[in-house]
């Protein structure tokens, strides 16, 4: 079992930054965002596997940026330009399978955080 423990978040006004950490019990292949806004299905945000390779969604391109440390098994997002449209509750999740991405259709992924609030005011 994969533990992942998020960190960060929080409130702040629109065009303002924001970071996000999780911390994972192992490292494990790929590691991924998710968001859910209240009343909307959930959202993938961002992904990026053990050596690289980042991958986004297009309504957080150029201003999420997705990164892993992985001598700290830990997943980070730096949220920049922040709208109110992305304030939702944020989950980190993991999986060790191909293929690592947030697209739909994806397969599942399997570990999953609590979860960490971000809330953007305009």
């Known amino acids: 079992q994969v533990q992942l423990v998020e960190s960060g978040g929080g409130s702040v006004q629109a065009g303002g930054s924001l970071r996000l950490s999780c911390a994972a019990s192992?490292?494990?292949?790929?590691m991924a965002w998710f968001r859910q806004a209240p009343g909307k299905e959930r959202e993938g945000v961002a992904a990026?596997?053990?050596?690289?390779?980042?991958r986004y969604t297009d309504s957080i391109l150029g201003r999420f940026t997705i990164s892993r440390d992985n001598s700290k098994n830990t997943l980070y997002l730096e949220m920049n330009s922040l709208k109110p449209e992305d304030t939702a509750m944020y989950y980190c999740?993991?999986?060790?399978?191909?293929?690592?991405?947030?697209?739909?259709?994806?397969?599942?992924?399997?570990?999953w955080g609590q979860g960490r609030q971000v809330t953007v005011t305009s």
């Open positions: 999740a993991a999986d060790g399978s191909i293929p690592c991405t947030v697209a739909p259709g994806r397969a599942p992924f399997r570990y």
């Open positions: 192992i490292n494990i292949y790929c």
């Open positions: 990026q596997y053990i050596l690289g390779d980042p």
